[in-house]
């Protein structure tokens, strides 16, 4: 079936940019999609990109998509401290989303 | 704004027990879903239903049911509750349309002793 994969943990000192990366397996996935997971709470849709497309920025996010490789990465730009959370990555089309184990990120000042 | 709602945020119960988790969306959304989350698995899909009274197997479906009587609601059965079944528990519900945006309900922790 499906997988998705993340690492587990990344810190990053507040003013930097973050990079959370995923692989994934399969192919005929039509979107790739990032979520984001604040403590005591559900998931809330960040970002999305469309398969086709390589680069999609938003404000301070940015998602490259290789689909040669089957890499998605999200970048955050001058990360914050209200950005440490849990970051999942998922894949998809139709009515099943396949999700990462979640990438947790640190903030620190 | 979308509002997915878990009826409960903790839940503690014993082994044996039917647990009857709860969720309800008010957005006249299709489709919902169950997922269970755990640390370093992420999150694995139970059951999801794209209609009143229809429903799905999810990648892991054993030892759950699920009902959907009516469209806003969509209840996760645990027939015999296990301790491996304590986890995160979140609904969500999906709007229709190209970027199938899924809503999230802030989760119900069960503990299973």
């Known amino acids: 079936g499906e997988d998705v994969e993340q690492s587990l943990f990344l810190s990053v000192r507040e003013g930097d940019s973050s990079v959370i990366n995923c692989t994934y397996t399969d192919s005929s996935s039509t979107y790739l999609y990032w979520y984001k997971q604040e403590p005591g709470a559900g998931l809330q849709l960040l970002t999305y990109?469309?398969?086709?497309?390589d680069m999609k920025q938003d404000q301070r996010l940015t998602v490259l998509l290789n689909k040669k490789d089957k890499h998605l990465s999200l970048r955050i730009a001058d990360t914050q401290t209200g950005d440490s959370a849990i970051y999942f990555c998922a894949e998809g089309g139709g009515n099943k989303l396949t999700f990462g184990t979640g990438t947790q990120l640190k903030v620190e000042l | 704004d979308v509002k997915v709602t878990q009826s409960s945020r903790y839940l503690v119960k014993r082994t044996g027990e039917k647990v009857f988790l709860e969720c309800v969306q008010d957005?006249?959304?299709?489709?919902m879903f169950w997922y269970r989350q755990d640390p370093g698995l992420g999150l694995r899909l139970i059951y999801f239903s794209y209609d009143v009274k229809m429903k799905e197997k999810g990648d892991i479906p054993e030892g759950y049911s699920v009902s959907r009587e009516k469209k806003e609601r969509f209840s996760l059965i645990l027939e015999s509750a296990s301790t491996n079944q304590t986890s995160m528990y979140l609904c969500a519900s999906r709007i229709g349309g190209a970027n199938e945006k899924l809503f999230f309900g802030s989760g119900t922790q069960l503990s299973v002793l």
């Open positions: 990109i469309f398969s086709n497309m």
């Open positions: 957005m006249d959304h299709e489709n």
